[in-house]
């Protein structure tokens, strides 16, 4: 199982990105994105759980999370990016039974993880 994403960069606040993360090797039907910065522990953006989009609050309204069953591609459109939005974004994926108590934000219940992607905003 891969997870690769794309789409990174680095724009000035209130600019979009477009984030894509292919799976190849298995199909798993959740699938999320989590961000990191420096020191700081994994945190959930968004992500679709059984079909359905979920979302932090600090991204709800400037985010949209797809998915692509066709290309198992999982896409997240960033809109009216901030500073605070600048973070190494992972994509996520793992079963859609969560098999130690957490939900579609709990970082260990995904099984495999791509290698991350830079985004960066600058005032």
């Known amino acids: 199982v891969e997870l690769v994403e794309s789409g990174g960069g680095s724009v000035q606040t209130g600019e979009s990105l477009r984030l894509s993360c292919v799976l190849s090797g298995y199909t798993y039907s959740n699938m999320a994105w989590f961000r990191q910065t420096p020191g700081k522990r994994r945190d959930a953006v968004a992500g679709?759980?059984?079909?359905?989009?979920n979302y932090v609050d600090s991204v709800k309204d400037r985010f949209t999370v797809s998915r692509d069953n066709a290309k198992n591609t999982l896409y997240l459109k960033m809109n009216n990016l901030k500073p605070e939005d600048t973070a190494t974004y992972y994509c996520a994926a793992g079963p859609d039974n969560f098999r130690y108590g957490g939900s579609w934000s709990s970082s260990y219940e995904y099984m495999h993880w791509g290698r991350g992607t830079q985004v960066t905003v600058s005032s």
């Open positions: 679709i759980f059984l079909g359905r989009p």
